[in-house]
Structure formats: structure tokens, C-alpha cells
């Protein structure tokens, strides 16, 4: 019963170009969204998050679009630089219900970009 | 400063043995967390805090016994360890319980059981 699904293991991109990580969840109570990076031996770290009341969210190269209907949400990394290679993670929670005050993971991407 | 520690980072033992790992926050936050990374990389809640009060118990067996001191700390005890309990160990801390607080992640402690 994974509510939170990466179908992609792995993503290879070019220095300089996008890379895209996406995630699809199925619990329609999640209302509020995250990515988090982590590097080997080294706990995640926040990235960026969306609330449900929003379709995107930008921190500097880093974006956060969500399309609730299709339940769906991505990060967009522009330009990728080397040191953005990293397990992605997508993680939900919601304000209500079970998952209220926990974050479910998704088993996370791991992008490497190529100098 | 690291925000969140956990020791140890690696920790091997026999199967039936009972083991600690320790978990620290200086951020000044509410609440704070256990999860497990297991061998498919899913990272996975088991409990949290909240004021040194239990909020969240997933269906972890009883064997697993989270002690929280002070707001600061979340031990994790676990008896009579089996294979099966090998795995990452993640604490996490985040300002107050609810969706929509960002978690701090410790950097992990490997759990081999032989």
C-alpha cells in the first residue's frame, strides 16, 4: 500500500539542462508535499514543499509543481549542477485522517548530473 | 553545530542481543521522530514525540521501546534484536507536531544484526 510512488530509480542529466524527478501519491488527503535531498551516509535534508492550496512552488533553481487531480507532483532542478547528484525523496503528510503529522516517503530517485 | 545527532552512526551485533541508539536535537523543537530505511530504500515513521509525550506508534513490534527523556532526546531501545531489524535508523526533529512543519534529519545509524 505504497501512497507514495517514485517509478523512477534513477535519472541521468547533463550538466546545465533540467532535470525533472517526478512522484505520484493516491492518499487524496495529502494536502502538503516536500522533497528531500540526501547524500550517501548523510540523513535527508529539506528541500523545497507545496501546500495543496498552490500549483507551484520556486526556491532559486528549485521547483515544486503539483497537479492535484492527476495526483501528481514534480521537482525541476534548472540549470542541474554536479553536486545536485543525489537520492531524491518525495515525501506527503496530511491535516487530517491517519497520516496527519507524519511524512509519508516515496523510495526516492537518484539523480546524477554529468559535468 | 549539527542539529540533530545520533549515535552511533554504525552498530553491529549478534541476534538476541538488546542495543541503544541515541538521539539529540539543539534546534529547540516539539517534536521528534523515529523512521527506518529498509533494505528497499522505503523510509518509514515508528514513532514520534511530541513534550516528551508518545503521539504517533506505528505497528512496530513491542520489542522497540522509544524513551524520550526531554524535549531535547529520543532513545531508541530495541530487545532481543533479529535479522530483520537490520537497517538505517533515522531521528528527526521538527519545530511542532502537524503537517505542516519541515522534519530535520540526524545522519542515520546502521543497524547490522549477524
Known sequence: ?????QNSP?????EGRISILNCDYTNSMFDYFLWY???????PTFLISISSIKDKNEDGRFTVFLNKSAKHLSLHIV?????????????ASADGGTSYGKLTFGQGTILTVHP | DTAVSQTPKYLVTQ????????CEQNLGHDTMYWYKQDSKKFLK???????????INETVPNRFSPK??????????INSLELGDSAVYFCASSQAWGSYNEQFFGPGTRLTVL
Open chain 2, 68 to 77: 524520550s527523556p526531554d524535549k531535547a532526546h529520543l532513545n531508541l531501545h
Open chain 1, 1 to 5: 500500500d505504497q501512497q507514495v510512488k
Open chain 2, 45 to 55: 515513521i515508528m514513532f514520534s514525540y511530541n513534550n516528551k509525550e508518545l503521539i
Open chain 2, 15 to 22: 541476534m538476541g542481543n538488546d542495543k541503544s541508539i541515541k
Open chain 1, 10 to 14: 534513477s535519472l541521468s542529466v547533463q
Open chain 1, 37 to 43: 535531498k540526501k547524500y550517501p551516509a548523510e540523513g
Open chain 1, 79 to 91: 540549470p542541474s549542477q554536479p553536486g545536485d547528484s543525489a537520492v531524491y525523496f518525495c515525501a
